[in-house]
């Protein structure tokens, strides 16, 4: 059969047409049940934790606003711990000034001997040492992470602190006119000596997270680096580093948690006066966890609210400290090398 000239041919199929969009409900049937149960579970346990943060936190506020409203010194200046008002006619008088300084001192000391040392050891680690050798170090030091406090405390008083007077006085020898490296003999149990044990008990969490971090280092940056010349020590500053700067961050501020609320161990060492000293190697000072563990059980209900109060305090320094290391990490990030 002859087609009529005039008839035109079908307009072509579009192939290419997008699809009908897929609805939401669609999408959630299509889920598998598994995931959806761990999605709620994720979800319950995220919300689980703020509810428990939220609820620390209004319990230390409300416990600190019973405190504060008797309290006849300034909270935050005073020098004397006194909520039993022995020394003022019965009207509590305390603060933390002595307490925020020997806190944070001492936390300070111990960063900044453990945080090189920590480095060190997990670069020797993970780059230096040969495979025989570097288990066997990472175990040990895997160890100390599970060391009870109570057993630094003994040690740290009973062969540390007696067997540091040598230091101390060629520190003096040397550093003394500087005021805060000053020896003036007696028992050295001062904030020097919590710091050097507090710097041992960290050491294991900052090179656990500063090994990990060095052992995810792209092996493609090394050896490109390799092949371009560069040393050992240059691979390493060039690319190991700036990649596991982040994770130093981090584990240096995971480290400097645990020095901040360290307490038996702390207690055990310092030798607790409510004065501060202008050199860390005179005997004395304090800490949040050292006062509220020595003086707990003593108190009464109204110095258990001081001692409160001054946990809401400490509570608030260990926020700020996070707070400023997630800061820190973000604003350096593009420079980690975690994003190649």
Not at 131 to 139: H, M, Y
Not at 229 to 252: D, K, Q
Request: glycine share 10%.
């Amino acid at each position: 059969m002859d087609i009529p000239s005039n008839t035109t041919a079908p307009p072509p199929v579009d192939d290419a047409r997008p699809a009908a969009p897929v609805s939401k409900a669609a999408a959630r049937g299509a889920t598998r049940p598994g995931d959806r149960i761990f999605l709620g579970l994720s979800r319950g346990s995220g919300i689980t934790l703020l509810v428990i943060m939220a609820a620390i936190a209004a319990f230390l506020t409300y416990r600190t606003a019973l405190a504060l409203a008797d309290n006849t010194g300034n909270f935050l200046t005073t020098f004397e711990w006194d909520p039993a008002g022995a020394s003022t006619g019965g009207k509590p008088y305390f603060g933390i000034a002595v307490l925020v300084f020997g806190t944070v001192v001492s936390s300070l000391i111990a960063l900044v001997i453990a945080v090189p040392v920590a480095i060190g050891i997990a670069l020797f680690i993970s780059h230096y040492a040969p495979r025989s050798l570097a288990g066997p170090i990472a175990f040990v030091i895997d160890l100390l992470a599970a060391v009870p406090s109570i057993v630094y405390g003994l040690w740290g008083a009973l062969v540390v602190a007696p067997n540091l007077t040598g230091l101390y006085s060629w520190l003096d020898d040397y550093l003394g006119w500087t005021g805060v490296l000053e020896y003036q003999g007696g028992a050295p149990r001062s904030l020097m000596t919590v710091g050097i044990l507090l710097a041992i008990m960290i050491l294991p969490i900052i090179t656990n997270v500063s090994r990990e971090v060095f052992l995810q280092v792209p092996k493609a940056h090394e050896e490109a680096a390799l092949a371009l010349g560069a040393t050992r020590w240059e691979v390493i500053r060039m690319s190991v580093l700036p990649f596991g700067r982040s994770g130093i961050i981090s584990a240096s501020m995971l480290g400097l948690g645990r020095a901040l609320g360290e307490t038996i161990a702390v207690a055990t060492v310092l030798s607790p006066t409510f004065v501060i000293q202008a050199s860390v190697l005179d005997y004395g000072g304090g800490t949040f966890a050292q006062n509220i563990a020595s003086k707990f059980n003593e108190a009464s209900s109204y110095g258990q609210d001081a001692l409160i109060a001054s946990g809401l305090i400490l509570f608030l320094i260990t926020l700020l400290v996070n707070g400023a290391a997630r800061l820190i990490i973000a604003r350096r990030k593009e420079y980690s090398g975690a994003n190649a």
